[in-house]
């Protein structure tokens, strides 16, 4: 990258970059956001974004991640943290994801005009359609899916439409920032005015270019420790020429410095001087089952380059071509990814299954399995605690 040519970049080990990403992403303590529903939301700040997804073989993957940081964690303590103290609101990333209230003003310029990229999901919503949804809000208050009755339905135009017109109309509201998700039963969202929900007279003044750039930079740099310009605009390919610029900015000012993985010098990373003064120590021996969209896991080509570990997400395969299994969880112990097991928790008899284990490494378990084991026995409690 022309700018960062001029700075010599500095030699890391693949170990050296995986402590300063796990030491990023808070998997080197077992408590680093405290206890109670205080912690939901400084995780989400700190993450920057918490994915949704709708797979319910385990613990749903909003939950599942929090509860990797927070071995406390709640799942009244995400809804308290969306529906009453309103401190995090659900928005688009690089997919459905919590983000925190503080952040708003960086989804503003989305929702004013990103949302038409998405013309294929709305192109057969009206304008009269988000006025009749978003006119019933305002005065009936929040409602669901479930609240409209469509008489006519209508054909799919896109894989993930709906035949509901009143849903279309409700999803391009909410794109457009004109509804928010108020509260979720499982996976059934109610919907409010976004300005009444957080009580405000209107949306926040929109950030400027310039500030969201450096918004998605800082997330990065916060929450993975060691960036790429793949890692920032994580399938948001139209935001790297912006970035690249603001990068040569700060290698300019001496507030980046590029970096070198050891054997993948083609990969140009970066990190502030801070994050490479800090001296790295060995990861203690803690175990984490991750979700398959945990930050850690789901950018794959990034977990591979760093942990030499290469995730098949393989749900929507056909069950004949599946290498791993189902929904594969990645178990990392310590600095290493030790084993894949595909899991499914069994809610009538009560059990977590382990329908397949993977060792990765030789020896791996002999040394790990107890404390697997252990781990596994923790998370069942969790999955199965109501």
């Known amino acids: 990258m022309a700018g960062s040519a001029s700075k010599k970049a500095v030699p890391l080990s693949k170990a050296q970059a995986r402590l300063i990403w796990l030491r990023a992403q808070r998997l080197d303590t077992a408590e680093p956001f405290g206890a109670g529903p205080a912690a939901t939301p400084a995780a989400v700040a700190h993450l920057g974004y918490v994915q949704i997804d709708t ?10 991640i929090l509860y990797t940081r927070i071995p406390g964690y709640q799942r009244e303590h995400l809804h308290q943290a969306q529906s ?3 401190t995090v609101f659900e928005y688009w990333t690089h997919a459905l994801a919590y983000v925190p209230t503080a952040d708003f003003r960086f989804y ?3 929702m004013k005009r990103y949302w038409r990229r998405r013309s294929v999901w709305f192109s057969a919503v009206k304008e009269k359609d988000i006025r009749r949804v978003t006119t019933r809000i305002r005065n009936h208050g929040a ?13 799919k135009e896109h894989e ?18 004109l509804v ?8 059934l969202k109610s919907y409010e005015l976004t300005a009444r929900h957080f009580g405000w007279d209107r949306l926040p003044r929109a950030a400027s270019e310039m500030e969201t750039r450096e918004y998605l930079l800082d997330r990065s740099l916060r929450s993975q420790g060691l960036v790429s310009l793949d890692s920032i605009c994580y399938l948001d390919a139209p935001s790297k020429a912006g970035i690249r610029r603001l990068i040569q900015s700060r290698v300019r000012r001496n507030q980046l410095v590029p970096v070198h993985l050891e054997g ?5 990373h970066w990190a502030t001087p801070e994050t490479l003064d800090i001296p790295l120590e060995t990861a203690p021996g803690l175990v984490h089952i991750l979700s398959p969209f945990d930050p850690l896991v789901n950018q794959r080509k990034r977990l591979q380059l760093f942990f030499e570990y290469q995730h098949l997400f393989e749900a929507y395969v056909p069950k004949i071509k599946r290498v791993l299994g189902y929904f594969v969880c990645p178990v990392l112990v310590g600095d290493r990814i030790v084993a894949a097991l595909d899991l499914k928790t069994d809610r009538e008899r009560r059990k977590l299954l382990v329908r397949k284990w993977i060792w990765r490494e030789k020896g791996a378990a002999r040394t790990h399995k107890p404390k697997i084991e252990e781990a596994l026995h923790r998370f069942e409690r969790f999955q199965l605690a109501r």
Not at 55 to 64: D, L
Not at 264 to 268: D, V
């Open 55 to 64: 797979i319910n073989v385990i613990e749903r993957c909003h939950h599942h």
């Open 84 to 86: 009453v103290d309103k």
């Open 108 to 110: 503003v310029r989305n």
């Open 143 to 155: 409602l669901s899916i479930r609240d409209m009755k469509d008489k006519v339905l209508i054909e």
């Open 160 to 177: 993930w439409a709906s035949r509901k017109p009143s849903k279309r109309a409700l999803e391009a509201a909410f794109f457009r920032g």
């Open 180 to 187: 928010t998700v108020s509260q979720r039963a499982g996976m």
């Open 264 to 268: 993948s010098e083609k990969h140009l």
